[in-house]
């Protein structure tokens, strides 16, 4: 199988290291011995806060400019400029985010309908009127609890 990256870019620095990259490494434990397991699966961390005069502190610089003016990757400016600059593209991007928003608002309103279910304390009825989720969903989420138990 070919290798796999997971790269996850932070914007604190999670490890606490004051580093700009930290490379995950998965072992195997056998008797107490430590050894490397190398399955091709890499997990890298990018600490968001860092910003050394290389090229990671450069580009975590550049994912936080709001201006692209003051940006040190021409490329990653003259996308940003995309976005930020022309009233069609801005609009476009905020339509984006607030899609994203609410995507995340109805699954966690969605989460919370589950567990309303589970708890078994009210009805399907009454759970839809307090999450305000239709009822039809809340019926489908409640048929997905019962495929899962």
Same mark, same amino acid.
């Given at each position: 199988?070919?290798?796999?990256?997971?790269?996850?870019?932070?914007? /604190? +620095?999670? *490890? @606490? !290291?004051?580093?700009?990259?930290?490379?995950?490494?998965?072992?195997?434990?056998?008797?107490? %011995?430590?050894?490397?397991?190398?399955?091709?699966?890499?997990?890298?961390?990018?600490?968001?806060?860092?910003?050394? /005069? +290389?090229? *990671? @502190? !450069?580009?975590?610089?550049?994912?936080?400019?709001?201006?692209?003016?003051?940006?040190?990757? %021409?490329?990653?400016?003259?996308?940003?400029?995309?976005?930020?600059?022309?009233?069609?593209?801005?609009?476009?991007?905020?339509?984006?985010m607030e899609d994203m928003r609410n995507e995340a608002e109805l699954k966690g309103v969605k989460k919370t309908a589950m567990r309303m279910i589970k708890a078994g304390k009210m009805s399907l009825e009454d759970?839809?009127?307090?999450?305000?989720?239709?009822?039809?969903?809340?019926?489908?989420?409640?048929?997905?609890?019962?495929?899962?138990?």
């Open positions: 199988m070919p290798d796999s990256y997971v790269i996850f870019i932070t914007e /604190n +620095d999670v *490890i @606490g !290291k004051n580093k700009a990259v930290y490379h995950i490494q998965r072992h195997v434990e056998i008797d107490g %011995e430590k050894e490397l397991f190398d399955d091709g699966s890499h997990i890298v961390y990018v600490n968001g806060k860092y910003r050394g /005069n +290389d090229e *990671i @502190g !450069k580009l975590m610089h550049d994912f936080s400019c709001t201006n692209p003016n003051d940006m040190n990757y %021409e490329a990653l400016a003259k996308r940003a400029r995309y976005f930020k600059e022309d009233e069609k593209r801005v609009a476009a991007m905020c339509k984006i759970i839809a009127d307090y999450t305000e989720l239709p009822l039809d969903i809340i019926k489908e989420l409640k048929k997905q609890i019962m495929q899962m138990a």
